[in-house]
């Protein structure tokens, strides 16, 4: 035997190009696969050639005829043409259309890898990147190249000369110098294991089948193969329908569209479902599948005839389970509702039923009826928000009972302290987050039962202490977090009015309750969007001002007209307050009446900004300095 080692994983023409170049010095492939019947040069058949004409390619190489036949690609039979015709690669039958046949592909890292190699210590061509499928190597995940790199030759590597797998046999420039770019980072996972199916090594076809649902992998890596290349349009329809057609398409796309085809074989059916009713959720035309058609034309049932013979019964049996005319019908009947259903159940038209379905609010489940598409809805889901409906109440309603403002309400949402629905329906149906009910209630029983303050201390209620608050939003998250952590001291007195004009506190708390500050940016609070306006109630609360004065100072502010609430921006009312102290502020901060914190104001010569009171930065100075 020649002293020529094949290297594994290794092409066919690879290592018998490699051989005539190292051992026999030969310049043209051909010289040698002529004993394998190789009559043209440029179409090197030999890997495609009967077992006798292969041993007879061994004996005259003087090599094992066994690594030779390991490495053929035959066809299953002369007699079949078309899209059935099928080679034996390394024991998966593959159409012949996926097979490259007169010109090769590279990697140049690949060819620089094995040459540094020190137990290989030359460039080599890899079986795999004969499968056009594939258009990237998953060693180096370099996209391949299949011309030379130099701008004045930019000929197509082909299997007529043999002088070095690593150079272009037109201008003899170097490949393993070409530029190519790489695989995204987050295809590679499903990418490494689509190749699996049909790579020369067998321990990485194993891994492949052992990643798939039962139903494939007996079925075998040749048919899920098939139902790869037939999900390629599905997945993405910008994608042709014709499956050779694709081979063609930039190979960043087609790598990507192979990584999402490799997912739902993964998970078949239940990622097949899951895509297709994603799509049809976007659906915008009546009895569209909202995929340009392509789930369609794959559900179709002369399409399904047309597949291969293995794939076909998986393909059809898995149509009939989504077909309300299949054996499923009852089941689907009883967990799905029609879009007029879920209009019925929430009280809404279909035009807004089927904008929540787009939007991705309400999820959606596909269906066949009679061969068209048709999105409907989970019964379990529209179940769980008749529940919520029922223990759900607005903000407003949640407010009222604690005494704090709508930014109080959230502050506690983030805190923790109330439980919001979480569903996106409802924010999405009432514009605005909706509070569980018995959280309220909850927080007030648990503030109210549990006083921690002396009766004959604490006698200021917590409302009125607020007011020494200004230049910002009121702290009403923390304070009450305070009250519940035994920080604040407290006595509960009239358990009829709003939680935070019942509960008393000690007339220094004024002072703790300015230093109390809320972080909407906190990594420890819970994520949640907070209002952009507010009512002008609750910006006189933010001022501290009275309807007398709060009325007129924000009268200039234009909300819509024949709105029910009339809202103000809440950068508006703060910068107003950055601006502006009232009399009531002042007089909580300097434990004197409100008439008296007025006349001193004026005594002291601080500038009368008018309904919003005084200018902040001159009382503070002469007050607080």
Known sequence: MTDFAFIPCESFNGAVSRWADQVAGLEKLGEITSHAGVIYGHRQTAPFASPDHIRALAAAMNVDAAELLARATPRISA?????????????????????????????????ARS??????????????????????????????????PSPDCNVRPGWQHTLGIDFCAACMADLKKASTSHVLEELRPQLELAVGLVHPDPIRRAASLAALPPILAEAGAATTLDLIMRLIPVVDPSMDTQIANNLKSPPAQLARAVAAAWKIVAGWPR???????????????????????????FVALKRIADMPPALSPIVSAWRESISLQGPNRDQILESTRSITDA????????????????????????????????????TWEFEDLERRYGVRTPIDSARQPLGVSWHGVEQLVAMKLLQRETHPFFEARYGAMQIVASSVEALIDSIA?????????????????????????????PALAALLDGTLPYV????????????????????????????????????ITYATHMSKVEAGETLNLGFSQ???????????????????PVHYVLDLADIHISSTELAARRGVTTQRAYHDAIKAGIPDLGPGGFCRTAAEKAFFQ
């Open 550 to 568: 709060s009325i007129p100072l924000l009268s200039q502010i234009k909300t819509a007209t024949g709105t029910k609430r009339k809202l103000v």
């Open 492 to 527: 509960v007195a009239d358990r009829a009015a709003p939680l935070t004009r019942c509960i008393l506190v000690q007339p220094v708390a004024k002072a703790f309750l300015r230093t109390l500050k809320f972080d909407p940016m906190d990594a420890a609070l819970e994520r």
């Open 449 to 477: 039962s549990s006083p921690t303050g002396d009766p004959t201390q604490c006698t200021l209620p917590l409302h009125s202490a607020m007011k020494a608050v200004g230049k910002r939003m009121k702290p009403w998250g």
């Open 343 to 378: 209009a019925r159940i929430i009280g809404l038209g279909s035009g807004a039923v089927a904008g929540l379905r787009r939007s991705g609010i309400l999820a959606t489940i596909f269906v066949l009826d009679q061969n068209r598409a048709e999105p409907r809805f989970s």
């Open 271 to 297: 990622t097949m479902n899951a895509m297709i009713s994603t799509r049809i959720a976007t659906r915008t035309a009546r009895h569209s599948d909202g995929n340009a058609g392509r789930t369609l034309r």
């Open 79 to 111: 007699q079949v043409t078309g899209a059935q015709d099928r080679h034996n690669f390394f024991g998966t039958l593959i159409p012949s259309f996926l097979i490259a046949k007169n010109f090769r592909r590279y990697a140049p890292g690949a060819f």
């Open 115 to 148: 040459l540094a190699d020190p137990d290989i210590g030359t460039a080599y061509d890899r079986a795999i990147w004969h499968i056009r499928l594939f258009p990237f190597d998953i060693d180096t995940w370099e996209f391949l190249l299949d011309r030379c």
